[in-house]
């Protein structure tokens, strides 16, 4: 009775299909990282200005040169800090601006977050101010010095989800997990990614604000979440100085909150939907031939 193994092609052919599944589940999962870091989620900028003479013109000029001038600081910056804050200016007018990433990022996805909100920013804003670019893990806000005393308790941007919780124990973990959070903006961290029971809680507050006023500023959001998204399973609140997203149970916050408006999902979701195509026919390719091989080696005996 003899025994014969995989001849060496069909055992070559097998290792270079497992390389190729293993590489693409590692692109699909680090395109799934990307979308949770860089989704859009809101913009502002002043309407779209028509000048009406050289000097205007020529002022429109010198605003683009000098948030051009900002954008670069911030690109390299984000490559060493998770947050930072600048004047530029001429003569004509000064700019107040700041970048801020999660801290749970890396200086790598710091960076890499920083240049997509330089390119939305660019392209959406261009040289109108004041302006805001939010991503799911940064953004950057840049106004005109006049206007630097704006109430950090302003709300810029708030999404509750329609879809309500029914466990009646949502109440009681909300209320504990709001109240971690306050507590934690108080302690001078300014960040806090949280659990309690199902839900889940992340606030962040800008990286120059001091502890009492950050206490303040994320009281302020969790008082909007609790009043304005009532048992909404996820919601995210942005106010001028600290924001605030939860959720609550296996619901992901990205999976609720373009409810009612575009956020450029599609695309991302298109190619989640291409990469895991990729993954599953490779997986199949990969059975089907270990499948034949082991018929073989059975028809052998």
Request: some cysteine; proline content about 1%.
């Amino acid at each position: 009775m003899g025994c014969s193994s995989l001849n060496p092609s069909a055992y070559l052919y097998n290792q270079f299909l497992l390389k190729i599944f293993l590489f693409s589940l590692m692109l699909l999962t680090a395109n799934t990282n990307s979308i949770d870091f860089h989704q859009l989620v809101f913009t502002t900028c002043t309407a779209n200005q028509t000048f009406q003479n050289d000097l205007a013109i020529s002022t429109s000029s010198s605003k683009l040169s000098i948030v051009s001038s900002l954008f670069q600081e911030f690109l390299d910056k984000s490559s060493e800090s998770k947050f930072f804050e600048t004047y530029v200016g001429d003569d004509r007018i000064a700019i107040l601006g700041l970048f801020q990433c999660r801290n749970d990022l890396n200086h790598d996805q710091c960076h890499t977050c920083t240049n997509k909100l330089v390119d939305i920013s660019s392209n959406f804003c261009g040289e109108r101010i004041p302006a805001r670019v939010q991503l799911s893990g940064c953004y950057l806000d840049y106004k005109a010095e006049e206007e630097r005393e704006v109430s950090k308790l302003l709300m810029l941007h708030k999404v509750c989800s329609r879809k309500k919780a029914k466990s009646s124990r949502f109440e009681e973990e909300m209320g504990y997990a709001f109240a971690e959070v306050e507590s934690c903006g108080m302690s001078g961290n300014g960040f806090c990614d949280l659990s309690y029971g199902k839900v889940h809680v992340m606030a962040q507050c800008v990286g120059n604000l001091g502890a009492c006023d950050c206490g303040g500023c994320m009281n302020k959001a969790v008082q909007i979440a609790h009043d304005e998204c009532a048992h909404s399973i996820v919601a995210e609140v942005y106010l001028d100085g600290c924001y605030l997203s939860y959720s609550y149970g296996k619901h992901k916050i990205s999976s609720y909150l373009d409810e009612g408006n575009g956020s450029g999902k599609g695309t991302q979701k298109l190619v989640a939907i291409v990469a895991g195509g990729i993954v599953a026919t490779i997986f199949l390719g990969v059975v089907y031939y270990f499948m034949k091989s082991w018929g073989k080696k059975d028809d052998d005996w």
